[in-house]
Every structure is written in structure tokens, then in C-alpha cells.
């Protein structure tokens, strides 16, 4: 199946910027989401990128390179309430199917 | 507005057993989705269907049926639970596949000894 790459803890400051990074492979892809998940919630749609460059929604922006199959999400003046799983997916068509596949997420602990 | 409501949100089963996880949408979408999520794994889609009567696999499909008997509603059945298949169950929904963000329910954590 398709796999998705992300780092799985990052560390910043609060009032800082932080991205979070996001390879994919490329055979039926066609879009790539971002998603938040506090501890014991549900996810949360983010943005989503189907054509190259970024996709500014307030303090969250989201970049896709169709050619480098990489995505990054941005979180800029970074408050505390943002401490969170994130997880890149990407979209997957073919033969009459379809598949979204999750990243196994990216812990992100933001400190005083 | 309720969006996504799983039932039951916890439920411990014993090897063997069947349940059925109940999960309705109150926003007319037409696809919908089951998924589990297990610590370090992400979340891994189990079935979807694209519509009333439809159902198609995911990724994780072995163990688990489902059925869309409505629009609104998307069941997922254990016929025969196995300790393999403790986690956290995540229905979705979405007005179409691409570009439409899927909205998830609340999650029903299942422990199967």
C-alpha cells in the first residue's frame, strides 16, 4: 500500500513558527490533506492541496510540490492550544478505487 | 447540528463476539467512511461506500463488514471480535472524495479481551 512520511515528535516555543513535513508516494495521488487530533478527540480537517503551492487559512498554511511529492504545513504564531497530533493524507485513485492514506502523525508539544 | 455520532462510545467485548458499531451523518453527505486508529499507526481506512447501497474495501478490510442501508447511516460488524482488533474505531463523512474535508465523529474505543 501507499506509505506517507512525517517526522513523529517536534518540539517549539509558543509565539514561534513551526513546520511539519510530509513525503508521499506518487502513483495515483492526486491531493494531499492536513488533519488535527487532540488526545482523545476526533480529527479536524486543516487544508487541502491539490495543485502546487500553499493554501494560507489564518495561522495555518499548507504547501504541496507535486514534483518533489512533498507537502509541509506551517503553523505560525504558535499558541499553546495547538499542542496536537497532525497528520498529512493522501489522496489515491485508481482501477475504480479509492483510498485515503493517513501519515501515523506528528506530536507536536508546544512550551511556554 | 449533530455531524458525525458513533454508537456506543466504549464497549469491552470478549473473543468471539459480534457487535456493531453504529455511525449517522446529518449532513446529506454521500460518502462515508470507517477507520481505526491504533497507537504509532495512524489512522487506516477499514471500508467506505460512495453512496446508499455501496460499500467498497480499504485498506484494512479482513474481519469487519459493513452495510449502507441509508444514506445517513454506515454500520461496521465484528462477526467474530479478536483481540487484534482493540482500537479506536473513527467514522467519517464527506460530500464527495478530493477536495472535501471529511468530518469525523467522536470515536468508539473497543477493547476485545
Known amino acids: 500500500g501507499q506509505s506517507l512520511e512525517q517526522p513523529s515528535e517536534v518540539t517549539a516555543v509558543e509565539g514561534a513558527i513551526v513546520q511539519i513535513n510530509c513525503t508521499y508516494q506518487t502513483s495515483g495521488f492526486y491531493g494531499l490533506s492536513w488533519y488535527q487530533q487532540h488526545d482523545g478527540g476526533a480529527p479536524t480537517f486543516l487544508s487541502y492541496?491539490?495543485?502546487?503551492g500553499l493554501e494560507e487559512t489564518g495561522r495555518f498554511s499548507s504547501f504541496l510540490s507535486r514534483s518533489d511529492s512533498y507537502g509541509y504545513l506551517l503553523l505560525q504564531e504558535l499558541q499553546m492550544k495547538d499542542s496536537a497530533s497532525y497528520f498529512c493524507?493522501?489522496?489515491?485513485?485508481?482501477?475504480?478505487?479509492?483510498?485515503?492514506?493517513f501519515g501515523k502523525g506528528t506530536k507536536l508539544s508546544v512550551i511556554p | 447540528n449533530a455531524g458525525v455520532t458513533q454508537t456506543p462510545k466504549f464497549r469491552v467485548l470478549k473473543t468471539g463476539q459480534s457487535m456493531t458499531l453504529l455511525c449517522a451523518q446529518d449532513?446529506?453527505?454521500?460518502?462515508m467512511y470507517w477507520y481505526r486508529q491504533d497507537p504509532g499507526m495512524g489512522l487506516r481506512l477499514i471500508h467506505y461506500?460512495?453512496?446508499?447501497?455501496?460499500?467498497a474495501k480499504g485498506e484494512v478490510p479482513d474481519g469487519y463488514n459493513v452495510s449502507r442501508l441509508k444514506k445517513q447511516n454506515f454500520l461496521l460488524g465484528l462477526e467474530s471480535a479478536a483481540p487484534s482488533q482493540t482500537s479506536v474505531y473513527f467514522c467519517?463523512?464527506?460530500?464527495?472524495?478530493?477536495?472535501?474535508?471529511?468530518?469525523f465523529g467522536d470515536g468508539t474505543r473497543l477493547s476485545i479481551l
Open positions: 492541496n491539490a495543485l502546487d
Open positions: 449532513m446529506n453527505h454521500e460518502y
Open positions: 461506500s460512495v453512496g446508499e447501497g455501496t460499500t
Open positions: 493524507a493522501a489522496s489515491y485513485s485508481g482501477a475504480g478505487s479509492y483510498q485515503l492514506t
Open positions: 467519517a463523512s464527506s460530500y464527495s472524495i478530493g477536495n472535501q474535508p471529511q468530518h
